[in-house]
């Protein structure tokens, strides 16, 4: 054999040898992410032909696959009382959209998880269709309905609400109004759910958007949480240190941040920190934001969780809430009673309330508390971790009892059991409505859920939110 065709012999073997690690390697640690990428038509439209698994609450079914009785398109996705799910499941689609824990467990609920193999091949051998894997998620379906319910009734415009468990982060309560029916774009017919869709894309309210983690509000005087948490951190307060409570606080640029009333105790001198946060003195809170700066009362936000996506399951994570960079004068006065260009999703505001509730700590928040295969042997379970600590322990307990006076004496009075500890919010949005928040913990005097609601509409949000969160927290029996 001459030089050349041995040197050519040589490198033909190298080609074949990598194109069976290349092959190898797609066929083996590949496989699954390519099976289950979005862009993967084929493996969409095979999905209609398997027994995709259940998703449940409780003992609620919340989304199953029925049979046909048809040889193509075998089964159909069916998602009952959609409108109050569909923010948890989400839905699969045959344009190949998929959202929430249908996205987040799609692989073990197609079937197509490797975990699943030795059951398929078991179905295979006693003529069984293969099936996939049942998600047991966190939410509780009674409080679910009551909070989307209460949600419902209380606005014609956006509102949504959360409720988490403070030492596990397992979410309880994941509801967004206005909602959708996901049975609807889950059609097999790709023209009927493309239509279905764009509907809902341009439906008054964005209905398709989970509110409750991925749209954004103003959170007004709840994020006084964290502008109190700040001075406590920052500059060494404590609940009981002296505040100037001025009637109306001048800007940098001259001009006016009020109070919500032109008397009463946030209206001149001087209160305990716990007394003007009760009373929600923007006053207060304004010169707070001032005398900090933008930079250390950013970098509380930051340690509250603003500024990333929190993550809560694989491919499903919230938008990030907003304490913007760079801001000065009256921009950051107003920042401090969460107005001005302070966004954050009712998520956010839960976890600053979770911090409170924990000890400083926050733990990941999750969706997902159990998968079983088919023959109900366990693939996998939460397990619960911290996700961040936000502020001290010392802090979190004096905003614990700072939170309590809003209910006892403060905005909250008479609106909200004292069981339930909490920040009423009101955020002026320049339109004919606000966004009225109450944010919070429960119960009061051993914390087991903290929680997040808004709502939009004409009022505060201790008479609008306060009595939605209160069903809520009733519903999910903690008091």
């Known amino acids: 054999m001459n030089k050349t065709l041995r040197r050519a012999t040589i490198f033909s073997l190298l080609m074949i040898l990598a194109l069976m690690v290349n092959v190898t390697y797609i066929q083996g640690s590949q496989e699954q992410k390519l099976r289950d990428d979005p862009l993967n038509a084929r493996h969409f439209l095979a999905q209609f032909d398997r027994n995709r698994g259940l998703i449940m609450a409780g003992g609620t079914i919340i989304a ?39 996205a987040a467990a799609d692989g073990l609920l197609a079937g197509t998880d490797p975990r699943l193999t030795v059951q398929h091949w078991f179905d295979a051998i006693v003529g069984k269709t293969p099936r996939g894997a049942t998600v047991q998620t966190t939410i509780d379906p009674d409080a679910q309905r009551t909070t989307y319910d209460a949600l419902r009734s209380s606005t014609s415009r956006r509102a949504a609400a959360i409720a988490i468990d403070v030492r596990t982060g397992a979410i309880k309560v994941m509801a967004s ?30 209905p398709l958007i989970d509110k409750a983690i991925d749209e954004s509000f103003a959170p007004g005087s709840t994020f006084k949480i964290i502008t ?101 004068g009256d921009d950051v006065g107003r920042s401090g009673i969460g107005q001005g260009s302070v966004s954050a999703t009712p998520l956010q505001m839960a976890l600053a309330a979770a911090a409170v509730a924990h000890g400083g700590v926050v733990m990941k928040p999750y969706l997902i508390q159990r998968v079983v295969s088919p023959d109900q042997s366990e693939i996998e379970a939460a397990s619960p971790r911290e996700l961040f600590r936000a502020t001290s322990s010392q802090t979190a307990s004096q905003l ?80």
């Open 64 to 102: 199953r696959s029925r049979d046909t009785g048809n040889k193509d398109f075998k089964y159909q996705r069916v998602y009952p009382d959609s409108e109050i799910f569909a923010p948890v499941t989400g839905y699969f689609a045959p344009s190949g959209s998929v959202t929430g824990v249908e």
């Open 177 to 206: 109004y206005p909602s959708f029916d996901a049975n609807t774009v889950a059609v097999h017919d790709t023209t009927a759910s493309t239509r279905a869709y764009n509907r809902l894309l341009k439906a008054s309210g964005s």
């Open 228 to 328: 109190s948490a700040a001075g406590m951190d920052k500059q060494g307060l404590t609940k009981d240190s002296p505040v100037d409570t001025p009637g109306v606080l001048t800007l940098p640029s001259g001009n006016p941040l009020h109070n919500d009333a032109d008397s009463g105790p946030c209206n001149g001198g001087q209160l305990p920190l716990i007394e003007a946060f009760a009373q929600s003195c923007n006053s207060t809170f304004g010169k707070l934001a001032l005398d900090m700066g933008q930079r250390n009362l950013g970098a509380e936000a930051t340690g509250f969780g603003f500024g990333q996506r929190i993550p809560i399951e694989n491919a499903l994570s919230s938008a990030a809430s907003v304490y913007p960079k760079n801001m000065g």
């Open 400 to 479: 614990q009892d700072m939170m309590r006076e809003v209910v006892q004496t403060g905005t909250a009075r008479g609106k909200v059991p004292t069981g339930i500890a909490g920040k009423t919010g009101t955020a002026e949005t320049g339109l004919p409505y606000n966004e009225r928040w109450f944010a919070g913990f429960a119960p009061a005097d051993d914390p087991k859920i903290a929680f997040a609601v808004v709502t939009e509409g004409s009022g505060f949000g201790a008479d609008a939110a306060g009595p939605i969160a209160t069903r809520m927290v009733q519903a999910l029996k903690v008091l």
